[in-house]
């Protein structure tokens, strides 16, 4: 425990960064994405933005943005922790648990969606 603790604190800013995001990673990257690309057969892309991209570009247009967007979650991450606020870590902790959380629900309204062929919006407005 304290041999990686030495070793996350002499780390650069990129592999803590790295460390840091893997559920944002594994939920909001790669489980919508691949999520995504099997409800497609069962439904319909309900992001407008992200259905006239996908309809002229393709599926892989989806992960271009969401590497985009850790990329803008990346400079985030420099600016937070470059200021000297006491909260810059507690900050960090609930920015990537909000988008880590939002890769969850999203995962989870695509399954449903593939499984019993109503998403979550539609199971709200419907009520």
């Not at 991209?53 to 590497?67: C, N, P, Q, R, T």
């Not at 803008?72 to 991450?77: E, G, L, Q, S, T």
């Not at 507690?90 to 988008?99: D, E, H, K, P, Q």
Request: negative net charge; proline residues 2%.
């Amino acid at each position: 425990m304290v041999l990686k603790n030495i070793l996350v604190a002499g780390s650069d800013p990129f592999t803590q960064f790295l460390g840091d995001i893997k559920h944002i990673v594994l939920f909001y990257v790669l489980g919508d994405f691949i999520t995504t690309y099997h409800a497609l057969d069962h439904g319909f892309e309900e992001n407008p933005f992200l259905a006239i991209l996908m309809d002229e570009f393709g599926i892989w247009s989806m992960l271009i943005m969401k590497v985009v967007f850790i990329g803008i979650i990346y400079w985030y991450y420099l600016t937070i922790m470059s200021t000297g606020s006491v909260w810059k870590n507690y900050i960090w902790l609930a920015t990537r648990s909000a988008v880590s959380l939002l890769g969850i629900f999203l995962v989870v309204n695509n399954l449903l969606v593939i499984f019993s062929k109503c998403s979550l919006v539609q199971f709200f407005t419907s009520y």
